[in-house]
């Protein structure tokens, strides 16, 4: 089971916004004073604004303002920074911007511009001054040359090299850029921007309600995104794990969340669905998986509580027919309970999507993962596409320009330019809008490049880095969209357009990835057969599943914190494999020949599990039930009792029990216990018992007879003694005493005769 994962994001919107604002102040100060050249420098910003860069560094950028674009009649400016992060204050240097005379010839020698290599052609134009930069904080000054100036007037349409230096300790410190001047007239290429909207590197299946708030809020990064591209034609990559996410908690989902949902769907920007979680498919494919993972359920996230509104439609029942005694009379059947949302509804990312397109990781997919994905059927019956970069087919690899649509095989693929996209990239995570000059500069300057190379549109992206300010996706988008000849596109006019054949370079396989990937999906098939002990396995496999892409995500290539995510993930599945189980035993005494043994099944997950404890014997002393059925409650031990019968014989019997769920899964270790059976001690006790309950009735009756005897023999005695006292007495009585008459024997009454007196 596992738990959600804490957000790595911390908004620092706050600090954003007025190290921009200050930076902007300074700029714009410095661009309105008049100056025939350049612009006298700025006075020093008031408090000194704080350097970003790394301790014990220091960065000096070149940024042109309007993205380096230069039209005719159109003066050039520009922001030049200096931030200081080391321990010592900066002395004020003299800056000087020079500006090529001859512009850049093609994109190879844009990159070799960008990348530091001198350009001979280079002729200074203007020069500022910095102040003293304290210890940590920077200076910015604008410099403004004229569109009368003889330096920049009546250039020729092109891309020229740009740069700023100035002389230190060290040497010359320069930073580079480009002034586009676009044709005056030229065909419009079309453009599609693909913007991917993503939650970032995830742990958990699912984001949880306290994390939807914060993205979703007013300075959330998911906010952010689609306030990005509001308004825009920017083709969106959807991740379906965030809409899963609020959907699953019905009514319960933040009031915030919701809202944003329902601005994504009424959105008609054209889309397409990545992989749940943002999954990279390269190494699923790698890992020789059948097909691609997929969510299977979403029951374990959601309660029938939160969707208490939405009931079912009623089932229509047939009317009997009259007169049919076959008709069965209405059976009254229980309410529904609330309606659940089935998977597809819950990964729904809106209108005009379009199926079968896959995203996988810049540069992972070589013409074996491109067939692969080209072969996979799609619902609406459209072939399957994958997005890869220009930089891993040949004609971009040799710095020449891909048009958006191609076919690799017999695969149809949508090719991104590389250089522009990875320029955009660094302009949208770019805090600072005097530093995001400068990539949107050679973003626009490797546009004016493929518009000219390519009659076909062209088509480019955003990155999928998470924690971008809105300010920055909105300044990318917008270079790009505005940038000189080009005219955005939807997904489907790009999937359209013709397609030329392209050939693939040789990409090098993650083995990494591709043994996650394997060893995720064993772990996930060895707990799926755990998952039969439940009334609903999907309890367990769907968040598993879902936390196997999740970890797949693209966000997680070269994150540090991969492995260890991996790795816990892994041991969390092993917890869970171990959550159901016997508890250890003690060796038993069986004096019975009929008893039941007990034992204990230890259940930590939160639901009821259905087991067979399966019981087996080492030898014939004991009969012993080899199967009992048992229900271990939720997060509790649960007693089972196993009937047993012991034989003729004693001695030790070895018992071997083992869990397994109704499907016949092995859960948990077997246990083994001895009994010891003392199986004729049930007889001798019986018979001892008879022996010694027979010896005391003898004995009490020997005793009875006894007594009676000595009774009857103490009486006789005691007879014996009055009658010879009464003859003794009679002897003695006087002559004169009567004797009572005695009847005789026929009845008749004698009368008493004296006695005579007899002496001696």
């Known amino acids: 089971m596992t738990q959600p994962r804490a957000l790595r994001r911390t908004p620092r919107r706050a600090q954003r916004l007025v190290t921009a604002a200050v930076a902007a102040l300074a ?119 004229p569109a009368d100036d ?122 397409f669905a990545l992989q749940f979680g943002d999954a990279d498919v390269t190494p699923q494919l790698q890992a020789d998986l059948p097909r691609l993972l997929a969510p299977t359920s979403f029951r374990a996230y959601m309660s029938p509580s939160d969707f208490a509104d939405v009931t079912p439609s009623p089932t229509p029942t047939p009317t009997p027919t009259p007169g049919d005694p076959t008709a069965a009379s209405p059976t009254p059947t229980a309410p529904p309970g609330p309606a659940l949302p089935s998977t597809d509804e819950l990964l729904d990312i809106g209108p005009a999507a379009r199926a079968g397109v896959y995203w996988p990781a810049d540069g992972t997919a070589d013409a074996d993962v491109v067939a692969q994905l080209g072969e996979i059927p799609t619902d609406g019956g459209v072939p399957s596409i994958t997005v890869i970069p220009s930089a891993t087919t040949e004609p971009g690899a040799a710095g020449r320009t891909v048009a958006a649509h191609g076919v690799v095989g017999e695969s149809e693929v949508l090719v991104y330019d590389s250089d522009v996209s990875t320029a955009l990239d660094e302009a949208s995570r770019s805090e600072e809008s005097w530093l995001r000059g400068a990539p949107l500069s050679a973003a626009t300057a490797y546009l004016a490049f493929a518009t000219a190379d390519t009659q076909g549109p062209v088509l480019v992206t955003l990155g999928r880095g998470d924690g971008r300010s809105r300010v920055g996706m909105e300044a990318a988008i917008s270079a790009a969209v505005t940038a000189p000849d080009v005219l955005p596109r939807s997904l489907p006019a790009v999937t359209t357009s013709a397609s030329d054949e392209i050939a693939l370079t040789g990409v090098e396989p993650s083995t990494e990835r591709a043994a996650a990937a394997a060893t995720l999906v064993a772990d996930e098939g060895e707990l799926g057969r755990f998952a039969t002990i439940l009334d609903e396995p999907s309890l367990l496999n769907g968040p598993e599943r879902n936390e196997i892409l999740q970890l797949l995500g693209v966000a997680w290539v070269g994150d540090p914190d991969w492995a260890a995510a991996i790795a816990e993930h892994r041991e969390q599945t092993r917890t869970t494999l171990g959550s159901v189980a016997l508890l250890p035993t003690v060796p038993n005494d069986l004096y019975g020949s009929n008893a039941s043994l007990r034992f204990w099944v230890r259940n930590d997950l939160p639901y009821p599990v259905n087991l067979v404890l399966y019981t087996t014997r080492d030898n014939l002393r004991l009969d012993v039930q080899n199967e009992t059925p048992v229900v271990a409650t939720a997060q509790s031990n649960t007693r089972v009792e196993v009937p047993v019968q012991a034989r003729v014989g004693r001695g030790e019997v070895t018992l071997t029990l083992q869990l397994r769920s109704p499907a016949f899964v092995a859960i948990g270790e077997p246990e083994s216990v001895e009994v010891n059976v003392w199986a004729d001690w049930e007889g001798v006790g019986i018979g001892a018992l008879a022996v010694l309950v027979g010896a005391l009735l003898i004995m009490g009756i020997v005793r009875t007879v006894l007594r009676v005897r000595r009774r009857r023999r103490g009486t006789d005695a005691d007879t014996a003694v009055a009658a010879d006292t009464a003859v003794a007495a009679d002897t003695a009585v006087p002559a004169d005493t009567a004797v009572a008459a005695e009847p005789g024997p026929d009845g008749a009454v004698e009368e008493p005769q004296p006695r005579e007196e007899t002496k001696p």
């Open 150 to 271: 003889p330096a920049i007037a009546d250039r020729a349409p092109g891309v020229y090299p740009l740069s700023a230096s100035y002389e230190d300790a060290s040497g010359t410190v320069t930073s580079v850029s480009v002034m586009i001047v676009p044709p005056a007239e030229a065909a419009d290429v079309g453009l599609g921007v693909i913007v991917p909207i993503t939650a970032g590197p995830l742990r958990a299946g699912l984001l949880t309600a306290d994390e939807l708030a914060v993205l979703t809020g007013p300075e959330g990064s998911l906010t952010d995104q689609l306030d990005a591209v509001r308004g825009t034609q920017a083709i969106l990559a959807v991740d379906p794990a965030v809409p899963a996410s609020i959907r699953v908690l019905g009514t319960s989902a933040p009031e915030s969340a919701a809202e944003w949902l329902a601005e994504l769907e009424s959105m008609q920007n054209s889309r």
């Open 27 to 145: 700029v714009l100060a410095t661009l309105l004073l008049p100056a025939p050249s350049l612009a006298a420098p700025s006075p020093e910003p008031t408090p000194t604004p704080t350097s970003a860069v790394p301790p014990g560094t220091t960065a000096f950028t070149l940024s042109p303002l309007a993205n380096g674009v230069v039209r005719a009649g159109e003066s050039l400016s520009v922001s030049i920074s200096l931030q200081n992060g080391t321990a010592a204050d900066l002395a004020p240097v003299d800056v000087t911007l020079s500006l090529g005379t001859a512009p850049l010839t093609d994109r190879t020698a844009l990159t070799r511009w960008l990348e530091g290599a001198p350009d001979p052609s280079l002729q200074p134009i203007a020069t500022t001054s910095t102040g003293i930069v304290a210890s940590g904080s920077f200076q910015v000054r604008g410099v403004t040359v």
